[in-house]
């Protein structure tokens, strides 16, 4: 069974706004706490100029990993290789204090959103046991080239049941991400109401998708300035 992301972003900019949110999030529900902090380096790929075969990147993606995740997953990415239409594909390294981890993403769009940055998205989330490095290696094996390098800092809470995470993200500066996990498609409207509903309460404005894909592209044509780093850009 599919899981659906559906997920709103908020820039924040400095970290007083950050902060800001952080007291808002506290006042309205007094349950929400920090839940987890983590590092993250994110890696980014799109189909290569080179690519070739009877199989796309992303069925290959599939062939190559399927040993290396339970059959569940497997039979997810495969159905997700089948049906998407436009999809983003990503590795993350999530490090905390006391422990890291990798993972393969791959998210596919559901309207007309983008894959990249959509508000609703079908969500393959997996760890895999190789270094980072090795599963970057594995991913351009099937096709795909890297299209960009993103590092961030990551807060995580729960706030009336809706996930927020604040991000410290290189080129970007703090954003928020207001998210709800589903697994039908038919609870995405809903769940899409309620996250918009919370951002709403906490008087936190939307990141606009048109200028949210014009600042994704920016820093994909720049990333190798911000990644790992604190420099921070403005794209209107």
Not at 5 to 27: C, I, N, P
Not at 30 to 38: E, F, G, I
Not at 43 to 48: A, K, M, N, R, V
Not at 181 to 203: S, W
Request: glycine share 4%; charged share 30%.
């Amino acid at each position: 069974m599919q899981s659906y992301e559906v997920e709103v972003k908020a820039l924040l900019g400095g970290s007083e706004r950050a902060e800001e949110l952080r007291k808002a999030m506290r006042k309205l529900d007094p349950t929400c706490q920090l839940l987890a902090v983590n590092r993250q380096l994110n890696h980014y790929f799109e189909p290569s100029a080179e690519h070739g075969g009877a199989k796309s990147p992303l069925e290959q993606l599939y062939d190559a990993t399927r040993p290396l995740v339970e059959k569940a997953a497997a039979a997810r990415l495969a159905d997700l290789a089948a049906r998407a239409t436009d999809h983003s594909v990503r590795t993350r390294l999530k490090e905390a204090d006391d422990a890291k981890a990798v993972y393969l993403i791959v998210k596919a769009s559901v309207g007309d959103d983008s894959s990249q940055n959509g508000v609703a998205r079908i969500e393959f989330d997996e760890r895999i046991e190789l270094p980072l490095k090795d599963l970057d290696e594995l991913v351009m094996s099937c096709g795909f080239a890297y299209q960009a390098k993103w590092s961030r800092q990551r807060e995580e809470y729960v706030c009336l049941g809706i996930n927020v995470t604040l991000d410290k993200n290189a080129g970007y500066g703090w954003l928020a991400e207001f998210e709800r996990i589903v697994e039908n498609a038919d609870q995405v409207a809903n769940a899409e109401h309620d996250v918009r509903a919370l951002m709403e309460r906490l008087k936190v404005q939307e990141l606009p998708q048109d200028r949210l894909e014009r600042m994704f592209a920016h820093y994909n044509a720049h990333w190798q300035d911000y990644y790992g780093t604190d420099t921070v850009f403005t794209i209107e």
